[in-house]
């Protein structure tokens, strides 16, 4: 292991790639604003920012939930996803930054008054309340986050146990935290777009939805740093373990949007099929290309175990359910908060790859803040010795 | 490996190879004790009855249950959901944690698993006499007939049909496929000759070869990958029978996976009543471990917490919804004439899995025990909740009615737990309880 | 005629396995209690198509499962029920994936019986009890060797630290 880089160099070539890209992002923004309403501006810039604050979020669980589980196998590539969970404080500012353009997203803010259903609601659905319940979660959140990056960080100076111990109380904390909170966040960010609307599946279909894409990205940037050099150690059981996360997660993700689905078009009552007769007869492509995406193409090619244990392969998989989340996320936001039609241009898609530029940003730069292999965690070993079957 | 470890040994007492087939070896040749035939006789006894209760049924009509319009389904589907549920744990084991390579599992899968087919076995009795004509009951299976009519594809009670038989073959074949090598331990120790023949047919001819657990590890892989999603759909498609419909407090989208994890949260409270009465009067204290209920416990304030999520996001909807009928169901069911039931069901299934928070009680053995009896009540509460509270309020106020059991209802649900504790009784008795070569496979000093 | 060595511990049948093939001697099988990693590289031992079994079982269980309900809603008893259409997709799913399940699961199973030669009523050789206990035991076939070169194999497993030594006919 002498050839092995254990720190990672934000040279200034990835930082000119990783500037273009947030520039792209601005200039896309700028064509935006020029042309099209504020409603379809805002609406993207929703989207994305809700989509990497919670990818970021994710992370965090991905840490939690082996801390708590004990599990061993991850540990070679841990800092992959603390780095990405250090996304989760800028994420946090720039998703407040959103509450400016809430009255024109979510139309419960104006409408309250005129509605009978939605002022039935009001208790909940008001903007103090609302600003009160983002801040508790976005505090928690990083507070908790921030705390297990640096017990983490810790166990490099001094003994790995005993901070890893120490961080089992916090990653329990963080579980139960994130497990109500993430509900209530979906509920907020994502259902009271369609204010009339309801479905007590809804925060688990979205925290499923969060899971499956964190794990894309924990690939993604994997992929990359690899691809720079980095995370040589990774052997091939790890990535077949994360090839495993990606199938098996999407395919939760696709039994609770089935089972979600199934249940209100068999039910069949007009106070919750709106919600689809909109999305499937105005977006029958998004919303067929959602399933393709999210499921029967990873589906079909990640069963061969073969194709599990080869990253090009894994990576691409990964980005076509990040891109099928995204549309996921689309059909969430646009049919609701937009009335007419939209379709995804140069401005939708210019956005997200500014926003990816950023979120890249901050990982790399926090993975040049502690070592790529936390070397005194108790279960180092095993990560690089298990094998699958 | 040299490593350190903050990981608690999954067996104790350091045993060798042959220490751990003495161990699982012995209670099949030796004679049960006094326990075991008093268990037996009980368990037996109770079954009988419950048999009669059930002929009884068949013979005289459904009319001796108190099962009326309104409540169609009364205590018959709510014991079957019971079942079903506890039905789940076994499964879960053996399947979901073999995939998150929880080795722990090893000790307990066994016996999780046979208890799994024994509760599926009493779940399916109760659709089965609840359809009134025992003998047709094949009616319910797609195939070509002189009738000239075909199943309703379109219903989830044919669903069931499916889910629940694939469930009982798959776990059926699973446990099977699992026991073979351990049969064929027992079959090399026995001595008698009677019985040696039994165990050399029952161990499909195991010799250990190198080939052979090549193929076992990868089939029993590959077995796990088909049982987990498996599990999942079982207890969704029984939670389909009611959120498919557009009854208040039955249609809501959640039920899914509230309905599995409730299952899997019943399951393991079932697990450990079995296996801390178990592991005492077998001696089985170094396999089923101090940790081993730890571990479980944790289960279930994992599960017990989901569960109580859904209750909680159930209620919330029902206001934020803006339905007058989901908030009347809502409010019927913690004030109306069946609220003890309700609060139960909200005390024994919410608030007393949050006392396993502290390490103390999880780890200690009576508590659990004590607590692994309220989940079941209270996931039994769950189920009779859902169903009657939910039916008893119809829409047309002239329906309301009331609903108790008839004394043949309750004994057919006190049959069901002899029938399922004879069983299990039997199996300690035949069956290696402890999945030996998979134990040996975890120990260090080999 | 076949020569069997016996060993007590994992590591030690590992360190035989990979001498006798390193010295040219073909193993015939290799017998233990439990599983033992790694012991398939060492024989060299092809991986197992039976997965493969289970995938082609479950593409034919779904759409056996779907393919009956389709054709016995649209074609052989087409019902209207609650103004669903008679394909109704959703509502097939359920059933398809169990069949899906179903088929797999028995595909596999059977296939690795059969693979195995494992079955009620098989009565497969049995070397030693003590294999399926605490033994592991290593059979080479014998049947080619002239006298000589038997002794020669004895030698050579008592160097790999066998325990005892059996000749089977």
Redesign the interface.
Known sequence: MENIKLTFKFSKKIKIVLGSLILFGLIALAYGILNFSSEKVWSALVLNSVNFVTISLGATFFIAIHII??SG?HVSLQRIPEAISMYLPIGAIILILMIFGINHVYHWTHEIHHDP?IS??EA?LNIPFFVIRLVIYLSVWTLLTLKLRKLSKNSDIDD??KF??KSRTYAALFL?FF??SI?IFAWDWLMSIEAHW???????YVMAGVIVKSFALIIIVLAILRSLGYFEFITTDNIHDLA?YLF?FG??WM??W????????????P?ETFYFVKRVENYKFLFLLNVVLNFAIPFLVL?V?KFRRILWIVTSMAVIVFMGQWVDQYLMIFPGSMKEVQSIGFFDIGLTIGFFGLFLWVVLKSLTKANLLPENH?????SF???N? | ?S?????EPLIKGNKSLTNITDDVFNPIVARPNKLWFFGLTIAGTAALIGLIAIVLTVWKGIGLWNVNKTIGWGWSITNFVWWVGIGHAGTFISAILL????HWRTSVNRSAEAMTIFAVICAGLFPLIHMGRFLLAFFIFPYPNTRGVWVNFNSPLLWDVFAITTYFLVSLIFWYVGLIPDLGTVRDRMKTKFKKVIYRFLSFGWTGSAKHWQRF??VS?TLAGLA??LV?SVH?IVS?DF????IPGW???????YFVSGAIFSGFAMVLTLLIVARKTMNLQDYITLNHIELMNKIIILTG??VG??YL??LF?AW????EYELFTFINRATGPYWWAYWIMMTCNVVSPQLFWFKKLRRSIGFTFFMSILINVGMWFERFVIIVTSLHRDFLPSSWEMYKPSIIEVLIFVGTLGIFFSLFLLFVRFFPVIAMSEVKTTIKNK | MEISGYYDREANLLDAVKKLRENNISIKDVFSPYPV?GLDLAMGLKRSWL?KAA?VGGAIGAISGFGLQAWVFTRAYPINI??KPFLSV??F?PVTFECAILFAALSIVLAYLFKSNLGAGADNKIYDERATDDHFVVVLDASNFVHNDAEKIKMKLEETGALDIKYHN
């Open positions: 589980t004990q196998w259903v039935g609601k909940y790995g146990l890893y111990n139960v497990a109500i509900v309801f479905s007590t599946l809804f925060g688990w495993r098996s395919i939760f039994y609770l089935f089972s979600q689905f199934m249940l209100i078009w068999y039910a069949n009552l106070e069963i175990r108790p279960y180092l070993n095993e010795h298990y094998k079957i | 490996m490593e350190i470890s903050t990981r995939l998150f390579r929880q590890e990868i892989f987990a999603p999942l969704t389909f959120a498919t419909s557009v249609h809501t989208t959640i039920f899914p996976p917490s989901i999520v859904a996001t159930e909807m934020y919804s803006s339905n | 990693h997965p995938f609650g103004g959703p509502s799913i």
